[in-house]
């Protein structure tokens, strides 16, 4: 069971060059997100997704876009990547049924924009 | 404006004693919190959770309390080994009011269990 699958797991791009981070689970899970961690600021929400079709904004989704054609996938797409989008992306899944389950994070991808 | 807040970024404990990590939240409204552990180059997992209705969950070396008051819970390891050296975050739960809610996080702890 792999669980949430990221790639790739490192990327480097130049300003204004666009690209797509890809989001795999394989737990049958309505619920994922997408998260960047900073140094000192924590996981901050993205984007996430309450199914196929189904997508919201969170805390900081300027330049970033997704979409949710199936239940399994989930990518992030960055439009024009700026230096300020250098972090560590995270995507994660959990089920629906309990509003208080954990959710189960992949490995991350690391972003660097120069 | 960070709702979930971890003011202590870095920790460092002796091999076999007790490690305490702290959060602050500030909307008394949270009714439930997780924490999770990060290893380097890995996504985070979650170690263990508490329900606003209990002040207390222990799960083997690690308890977590929580004190509805003061809007503050830690997380106790007992005793602390090598191997919890991570980052640990808190989290709740936000918006209350959306079913989807989804997780605010704290700004994490280095913890260093030193032999």
């Known amino acids: 069971n792999a669980g949430v699958t990221q790639t790739p797991k490192f990327q480097v791009l130049k300003t204004g060059q666009s690209m797509t981070l890809q989001c795999a689970q394989d737990m049958n899970h309505e619920y994922m997100s997408w998260y960047r961690q900073d140094p000192g600021m924590g996981l901050r929400l993205i984007h996430y997704s309450v199914g196929a079709g189904i997508t919201d904004q969170g805390e900081v989704p300027n330049g970033y876009n997704v979409s949710r054609s199936t239940t399994e996938d989930f990518p992030l797409r960055l439009l024009s990547a700026a230096p300020s989008q250098t972090s560590v992306y995270f995507c994660?899944?959990?089920?629906?049924?309990?509003?208080?389950?954990?959710?189960?994070f992949g490995q991350g991808t690391r972003l660097t924009v120069v | 404006d960070q709702q979930v807040k971890q003011n202590s970024p870095s920790l460092s404990v002796q091999e076999g004693r007790i490690s305490i990590l702290n959060c602050d939240y500030t909307?008394?409204?949270?009714?439930?919190f997780l924490w999770y552990k990060k290893y380097p180059a890995e996504g985070p997992t979650f170690l263990i959770s508490i329900s606003s209705i209990k002040d207390k969950n222990e799960d083997g070396r690690f308890t977590v309390f929580l004190n509805k008051s003061a809007k503050h819970l830690s997380l106790h390891i007992v005793p602390s080994q090598p191997g919890d050296s991570a980052v640990y975050f808190c989290?709740?739960?936000?918006?209350?009011?959306?079913?989807?809610?989804?997780?605010?996080f704290g700004s994490g702890t280095q913890l260093t269990v030193l032999p």
């Open positions: 994660a899944s959990r089920v629906r049924e309990q509003a208080n389950t954990e959710a189960f």
């Open positions: 989290a709740a739960p936000y918006p209350l009011y959306d079913s989807a809610r989804q997780l605010t």
């Open positions: 909307n008394s409204m949270f009714d439930y």
